[in-house]
């Protein structure tokens, strides 16, 4: 079992940054690959960024290529997004998710633990 908690959300005006972070109880966390996904109101969730359980590999999607991050501390127990150049419809709730038995994933299916969401709102 693990639960993870995000923190970092928050009120930014466009082109600014956030750093979301997630704290994952328990002491597999290091097997596991993780995810941040994102949901707008109306919309489904969709997926940001993932990273494997070494922190070797990464995917984003291509709305936020080049404008965040992904990275682990597994030491920490903790996996970040760092975001830059933030836009409006970056507006969300940020989700973050652990899957435990693949080298990483793009899709909502596939993880099997889920944070609580953390909201980010970018002004224009």
Known sequence: QVQLVESGGGLVQAGGSLRLSCAASGRTFSSYAMG??????G???EFVATISWS??????ADSVKGRF????DNAKNTVYLQMNSLKPEDTAVYY???AKT???SVHVREYDYWGQGTQVTVSS
């Open 69 to 72: 991050t992904i990275s682990r």
């Open 102 to 104: 693949l080298l990483y």
């Open 96 to 98: 973050c998710a652990a």
């Open 55 to 60: 922190g070797s590999r990464t995917s984003y």
């Open 36 to 41: 941040w996904f994102r949901q707008a109101p």
């Open 43 to 45: 919309k489904e969730r």
